[in-house]
Nanobody, 129 residues
């Protein structure tokens, strides 16, 4: 049983920072990669960032590149998303997810929500202008 629990969301002013955490349990050590997605009100869920466990490669949506950083702490079984220079358009519910596909985890796989098998419940981020 895989469990993913996000935390760290909240209300922040534009230009501020937040760090999201995703505590993992279960067999996430055997996943091929993990990612962060977000869903704003009235919009579809979109890819934010991901990391490959085997290569350590990281992937970012163009809208967050240079502002967000994904990282992991293997000892704590935790995935992080450091978000700097936040903008009102970053307002959304943020979800972490784990992928267990056997075909590898690369840039084409990472951005597809259908590539992920397990999802957390989400944490809300609100950026005020």
């Amino acid at each position: 049983q895989v469990q993913l629990v996000e935390s760290g969301g909240g209300l922040v002013q534009a230009g501020g920072s937040l760090r999201l955490s995703c505590a993992t349990s279960g067999r996430t050590f055997s996943s091929s990669g993990m990612g962060w997605f977000r869903q704003a009100p009235g919009k579809e869920r979109e890819f934010v960032s991901a990391i490959s466990w085997s290569s350590g490669s990281t992937y970012y949506a163009a809208s967050v590149k240079g502002r967000f950083t994904i990282s992991r702490d293997n000892a704590k079984n935790t995935l992080y998303l450091q978000m700097n220079s936040l903008k009102p358009e970053d307002t959304a519910v943020y979800y972490c997810a784990a992928a267990f596909g056997s075909d590898g985890f690369n840039s084409r796989v990472a951005v597809r929500s259908t590539a992920y098998d397990n999802w957390g419940q989400g944490t809300r981020v609100t950026v005020s202008s």
